[in-house]
């Protein structure tokens, strides 16, 4: 009974193991390719499995995961790029600002506008004040 959960532990943590390992990024993967771990995980299930597990930690540790900031292809600050996969689930940061108020670039445009009309409504009332004044001068 206990070899036989001890072979299905084993069994579930290489399968888990191989599914991540395929699903992963290469900047993930320790600087191996994907044909490599598979390999590995396969000839080696138990060592190969925690060899995956340890390397995929660090890896998100070190800020080179897709869930770390700055994890972009140019490298830190930079949004990261899109995925053609599907996301795997996991706690992750919006990639820019949520809402048109959260985008400081978004609020400096508005304030720059709001400015700008009232720059121009100043100038209208001005010239139209300047037409009244010039206007009653020449009925006199």
Same mark, same amino acid.
């Given at each position: 009974?206990?070899?036989?959960?001890?072979?299905?532990?084993?069994?579930? @943590?290489?399968?888990? !193991?191989? !599914?991540?390992?395929?699903?992963?990024d290469?900047d993930e993967?320790g +600087?191996?390719?994907?044909?490599?771990w598979?390999?590995?995980?396969? @000839? @080696? &299930?138990?060592? +190969?499995a925690?060899?995956?597990?340890?390397v995929?930690?660090?890896?998100?540790?070190s /800020? =080179? /995961? &897709?869930?770390? &900031?700055g994890s972009?292809? *140019? /490298?830190? /600050?930079?949004?990261?790029?899109?995925? $053609?996969? *599907? $996301?795997?689930? +996991? $706690?992750?940061?919006?990639? +820019?600002?949520?809402a048109p108020?959260?985008? $400081?670039?978004f609020?400096?445009?508005?304030?720059?506008?709001?400015?700008?009309?009232?720059?121009e409504?100043r100038?209208t009332?001005?010239? =139209?004040?300047?037409?009244?004044?010039?206007?009653? !001068?020449?009925?006199?």
């Amino acid at each position: 009974m206990r070899n036989i959960l001890l072979i299905l532990v084993i069994v579930g @943590l290489m399968a888990y !193991a191989l !599914a991540d390992v395929w699903g992963s990024d290469e900047d993930e993967r320790g +600087g191996l390719p994907r044909w490599l771990w598979v390999l590995l995980i396969v @000839l @080696l &299930p138990l060592l +190969g499995a925690i060899s995956w597990i340890v390397v995929r930690v660090a890896a998100r540790r070190s /800020g =080179k /995961g &897709p869930s770390a &900031p700055g994890s972009g292809p *140019s /490298g830190g /600050g930079s949004r990261p790029t899109p995925s $053609p996969r *599907s $996301p795997r689930p +996991g $706690p992750r940061r919006p990639a +820019g600002p949520v809402a048109p108020d959260d985008d $400081p670039e978004f609020l400096w445009r508005l304030e720059q506008e709001k400015r700008k009309r009232e720059r121009e409504a100043r100038g209208t009332r001005d010239a =139209k004040d300047d037409d009244a004044e010039n206007g009653s !001068a020449h009925t006199d």
